[in-house]
Structure formats: C-alpha cells, structure tokens
Nanobody, 119 residues
Framework: QVQLVESGGGLVQPGGSLRLSCAAS????????MSWYRQAPGKDRELVATIPSAGGNTNYLDSVKGRFTISRDNAKNTVYLQMNSLNPEDTAVYYCKARLVVGRIVDYWGQGTQVTVSS
C-alpha cells in the first residue's frame, strides 16, 4: 500500500523557516521523481519544486527560488523541502507527490501539511 506522509508544517512568523518532510512507503522510492506542490485557499494547486529520482537537476517555482530547497534521501525514502525567508504568500497546504513511470505515468499524493506564515 502506497503512503506519502508529510510532516513539519505549522505556524511561523514572516522571515522564519520550516522544513517539510515526506516519508514514502509502498513503492520503490529511488525510482520516483518527487515534487512538492501547494494550494492556498481559493487558488489552484501549484508546483513548488521537483527533484528527479537520482537527485540533481532540481526545479523551482520562480517565487521560491533562492528561498526553498528540495532534497531527498533515498536511503530513508524521504523527500524534504527546506523553506527559508517565509512570507505570508507562502501560506498554503503543502503536498508531496511521487511520480513513477511503469509503462504509464502513475502519481501518488500525500494528504498535505498546513503551513501558515503570520505575525
């Protein structure tokens, strides 16, 4: 059974930092491209960052470049999102997604973790 469990969200003041984690199980993590998405109230879900299966060649939403860093530990089946210099516009539910290509594209999603940036 595939599971993606996000953690690390919470309330933080503007300028603060959080590190999100997404622990994966039920599939071969090292073969999955991993991504973080977010969805703010009343807005569409948007891609924040992505990292390929072997790491390297990360990509970011323009508004988070230089502030957020995606990384993965294939030994721990975990992907991370380090978020620095947070601002209220970063407030959203953050989701991780695993993408596998097994003859077809298969996407798995976590349940999300709330990040609120407010003074």
């Amino acid at each position: 059974q595939v599971q993606l469990v996000e953690s690390g969200g919470g309330l933080v003041q503007p300028g603060g930092s959080l590190r999100l984690s997404c622990a994966a199980s039920g599939f071969i993590f090292s073969r999955a491209a991993m991504s973080w998405y977010r969805q703010a109230p009343g807005k569409d879900r948007e891609l924040v960052a992505t990292i390929p299966s072997a790491g390297g060649n990360t990509n970011y939403l323009d508004s988070v470049k230089g502030r957020f860093t995606i990384s993965r530990d294939n030994a721990k089946n975990t992907v991370y999102l380090q978020m620095n210099s947070l601002n209220p516009e970063d407030t959203a539910v953050y989701y991780c997604k695993a993408r596998l290509v097994v003859g077809r594209i298969v996407d798995y999603w976590g349940q999300g973790t709330q990040v609120t940036v407010s003074s």
